[in-house]
């Protein structure tokens, strides 16, 4: 038998160089949409195992990471709320909808301060990776509904559990409405993405700002975290005079909501906050003013000669 030929990419984007790309424009002239999306989750304690990937390093059930991450939902998750509520920076919320169900006092905090809620699965401990195609319907669908029972809100965004997901994953969002994915992590744009129905965009979550990364795997202290969020900010932000670039903080509570991590992360939402060209936004504004005024002009872009 022989072998599936191996591809060099996904095939879900287009590339196009910066120069060659429509400019794009933010509301009131801002030169750069922030926003922030802390990751609002919940991990089981002893998950059902998943050929893709062992949720712990250690044998199930892992005690200690367990309570490590349920830090997060008892402690952290309030302090990272209220630092970005006295700045007035609203989240977009990449939740695990069993959130509702275990914590839903958090989901109501985040409603009162007219946060957004989008995706992030059922559990932090699930993955798509091995599900079948009516699993994953049916798991976007309880997502969709539950969001839509807890808030009254529409589900507009999509960030895979764990980052994993397969072949048809944007296409099954797409059915089922959802109008931007995290998932791709390939540009500092919002870009458009090949679906089979609908209009889905990319917009930018970025790995590099992610707080895990930074603490856990590159080991930076919290004032170095800072640093790195104000020189992201201050490149992309002179880069938006040209055309409108994108800025994402991933947040997860365990990490960022430590006490001795709050004071940097405070002081670099300030800077931000404090330039007057900057667009305070939500993802779903994102992608709803990017699919509205420039999806059209990138997809035409895209398919010119030498694009």
């Known amino acids: 038998m022989s072998e599936a030929p191996r591809r060099a990419e996904p095939g879900l984007y287009d590339f196009v160089p910066p120069p060659k790309?429509?400019?794009?424009?933010?509301?009131?002239?801002?030169?750069?949409?922030?926003?922030?999306?802390?990751?609002?989750?919940?991990?089981?304690?002893?998950?059902?195992?998943?050929?893709?990937?062992?949720?712990?390093?250690?044998?199930?059930?892992?005690?200690?990471?367990?309570?490590?991450?349920?830090?997060?939902?008892?402690?952290?998750?309030?302090?990272?709320?209220?630092?970005?509520?006295?700045?007035?920076?609203?989240?977009?919320?990449?939740?695990?909808?069993?959130?509702?169900?275990?914590?839903?006092?958090?989901?109501?905090?985040?409603?009162?301060?007219?946060?957004?809620?989008?995706?992030?699965?059922?559990?932090?401990?699930?993955?798509?990776?091995?599900?079948?195609e009516e699993q994953e319907r049916a798991m976007i669908r309880d997502v969709v509904d539950t969001i839509r029972r807890a808030s009254g809100q529409q589900v507009e965004g999509w960030l895979s559990p764990a980052l994993y997901n397969n072949d048809r994953t944007m296409d099954l969002l797409a059915e089922h409405g959802i109008r931007y994915t995290c998932d791709l992590f390939h540009d500092d744009q919002p870009t458009p993405v090949r679906t089979k129905t609908g209009r889905m965009c990319s917009i930018p979550y970025s790995l590099e700002m992610n707080d895990i990364l930074v603490y856990a795997r590159q080991m930076q202290t919290p004032r170095e975290y800072g640093r790195m969020i104000k020189a992201q900010f201050d490149q992309l932000y002179e880069e938006g005079a040209e055309s409108g670039t994108v800025m994402c903080v991933p947040l997860h509570p365990y990490m960022v909501g430590q006490a001795h991590r709050l004071e940097p992360f405070a002081e670099a939402l300030d800077y931000v906050a404090r330039h007057d060209k900057v667009w305070l936004a939500t993802g779903a504004e994102i992608a709803r003013w990017y699919?509205?005024?420039?999806?059209?002009?990138?997809?035409?872009a895209a398919r010119a000669p030498g694009g």
């Open 21 to 132: 790309r429509p400019r794009i424009t933010w509301p009131n002239g801002a030169r750069l949409a922030f926003w922030v999306a802390p990751n609002i989750e919940f991990y089981e304690l002893d998950p059902p195992p998943n050929a893709a990937r062992n949720m712990w390093t250690r044998p199930n059930p892992d005690a200690m990471n367990y309570g490590w991450r349920e830090f997060g939902n008892r402690v952290g998750v309030w302090r990272m709320i209220d630092v970005m509520a006295a700045l007035g920076i609203r989240g977009s919320v990449s939740l695990n909808v069993a959130i509702c169900d275990h914590h839903p006092e958090i989901v109501r905090r985040c409603l009162d301060l007219g946060w957004e809620l989008f995706s992030h699965g059922v559990y932090n401990t699930r993955f798509v990776a091995n599900m079948s």
């Open 291 to 300: 699919l509205d005024r420039h999806f059209d002009a990138a997809v035409a």
